[in-house]
Structure formats: C-alpha cells, structure tokens
C-alpha cells in the first residue's frame, strides 16, 4: 500500500531527481522534494515528516550521511542509492538498504513499498 505515503527524495542530479520523482508518482507515492543538497534535505526534515527517503549518498561531492543519520536518529526509514556500492555506506549505516545506481525505478517503488510496510 503507497497511496498517501510521501517519499523524500535526496538527489543533486536534476534529471535523476525527475525520473525518481516520476517513478513515485507513478507508484502512488507521495513526493516531497528533491532536496539537492544536506542543508536542503535537512530543512524539509525539519517541516515534514516523510515516511521513507531516496538518499543519494554523495551530493556534488558532499556525504549525505548527516541527514542518514537524522532519518535514523527519528526512526525514518530510507534506501541509500549509490554508485559506490555497499562498500561506500557511512559508518552506523551498513545495514541500510541500497540500491546501486544505475538502478530500474520498479525495483525502487517495490523496496520503498517493504520499507513502508515495515515501518507501519
């Protein structure tokens, strides 16, 4: 079940963010976003709460693991999506689910669809 469920969407590649966006809507999904950079993210953090996030772990060269640690911090849960795979998580978020770019937006909606399902 997605419909009405809002998704962050955390990604500083403009054409990425759309497709990702696209994909959600397309799913039933709620968007909030895109936030482009950690400073971004962290202010729609601070006025919404969404019930699950599409993290880019790197933000024009900067790491996102503060806001991995926000969402982990108020219990949101999220999906890291890199193309430095598992290898690359910040540290207290290895057990995060990732999805590695390039990655098809089906397999996506369906991850966030379990994240959600597992948080409600």
């Given at each position: 079940?997605?419909?009405?469920?809002?998704?962050?969407?955390?990604?500083?590649?403009?054409?990425?963010?759309?497709?990702?966006?696209?994909?959600?809507?397309?799913?039933?999904?709620?968007?909030?976003?895109?936030?482009?950079?950690?400073?971004?993210?962290?202010?729609?953090?601070?006025?919404?709460?969404?019930?699950?996030?599409?993290?880019?772990?790197?933000?024009?060269?900067?790491?996102?693991?503060?806001?991995?640690?926000?969402?982990?911090?108020?219990?949101?849960?999220?999906?890291i999506?890199?193309?430095?795979?598992?290898?690359?998580?910040?540290?207290?978020?290895?057990?995060?689910?990732v999805?590695?770019?390039?990655?098809?937006?089906?397999?996506?909606?369906?991850m966030?669809?379990?994240?959600?399902?597992?948080?409600?």
């Amino acid at each position: 079940m997605t419909e009405g469920r809002k998704v962050l969407v955390v990604e500083d590649e403009a054409l990425v963010a759309m497709l990702v966006e696209d994909a959600l809507l397309d799913a039933g999904f709620g968007v909030v976003g895109p936030a482009a950079t950690v400073e971004e993210a962290m202010a729609l953090l601070a006025r919404e709460k969404p019930d699950a996030v599409v993290l880019d772990l790197n933000l024009a060269g900067e790491t996102s693991a503060p806001v991995a640690d926000a969402l982990a911090a108020r219990g949101i849960p999220y999906v890291i999506a890199t193309g430095y795979g598992a290898s690359g998580l910040p540290v207290g978020h290895q057990n995060a689910p990732v999805l590695a770019k390039p990655y098809d937006p089906a397999e996506l909606t369906s991850m966030l669809g379990r994240i959600c399902r597992q948080a409600a």
